[in-house]
């Protein structure tokens, strides 16, 4: 399956709907990667070893600039960085999968140069458990079908 159709979406604390953040370019491997905890004791003969506590590893999602008006993703995200709050976000794969997750955000401009385009980077600070959401198998049908 192509990342193409992919949307991010957020809201902050309070609100009830989400906000489309339009332009996304890159979405990030997405995925709980245990720490490898090493329990061997001094009757073993191997390394035995446990799962310790996930690590996300790094949520960057890359979007095209923009900062012509109020809704666009690079003002909203700065202003969410500013604030220093959390926001709720629902990224949904073009088959109806979606994660949905709580983080603080950074936000980085690129830079450019001749025919250079320029775009942002918004850094996830991860503040809760992934939620993974399966699409229905109508979702599933439907997509397969277009």
Sequence with gaps: MLANGATLEMKKKGEATYTMLKGLKEIPEMGIEP????????DDEIKQYEQG???AGELAYKFKYDNTGEESPYRLLRALQASGEAAEFKETLKDGTTTEFTAQVSVKRTGGGVNGVIEFMANMALQSMLKITDPSETQTTESAAE
């Design 35 to 42: 720490e490898k905890v090493d329990n061997t004791t001094l």
């Design 53 to 55: 506590i996930g690590e």
